[in-house]
């Protein structure tokens, strides 16, 4: 954290962005950034799906999950989890895809629970599970795919 600080405060964006680090926090600053850039890909694809061309909430909810979780894979290979796989690019992509896949059924669960009997608005109920489905995709990626070595 102190590190983050630092960085904050001396106004040092290109590290906090872009310089390959193994530090936890500002590892998890970069994935919000990402994965707010992957919701956008995800929300904007529900809403298209299932407001503008009627689809079913749960169907257009795994189609929009397809399209963020292939946009937050290439932006966090870029920006967050920039170490080289310990394994072979596929194995990291289909490891990826199944954290993500857990991911996928923790929001739809979510998505049931608030939409469907908490009778929350469909696209309020996907910002909540986006939400905490975000932590914990970064925490199961972050210690399952990219631990860091010991050092």
């Not at 923790?106 to 905490?132: C, F, H, N, Q, Y």
């Amino acid at each position: 954290m102190k590190e983050l600080l630092r960085l904050l405060m001396q106004g040092r964006f290109r590290a906090l962005f872009l310089e390959q680090t193994n530090n936890i926090w500002i590892q998890l600053l970069r994935y919000g950034f990402v994965g707010g850039l992957a919701f956008l890909v995800d929300f904007g694809t529900l809403a298209l799906l299932h407001h503008g061309l009627d689809m079913n909430l749960y169907l257009a909810t795994a189609l929009a999950f397809c399209a963020g979780l292939c946009a937050n894979y290439l932006l966090s290979k870029w920006a967050v989890f920039q170490q080289k796989a310990k394994q072979g690019k596929l194995v990291e992509f289909i490891t990826y895809g199944v954290i993500g896949v857990i991911g996928l059924g923790l929001t739809e669960l979510l998505i049931w629970l608030l939409s469907d009997r908490l009778d929350i608005a469909p696209l309020l109920a996907k910002g909540i599970a986006a939400v905490l489905v975000l932590l914990w995709n970064f925490l199961a990626r972050r210690f399952v795919l990219y631990r860091p070595e010991k050092q």
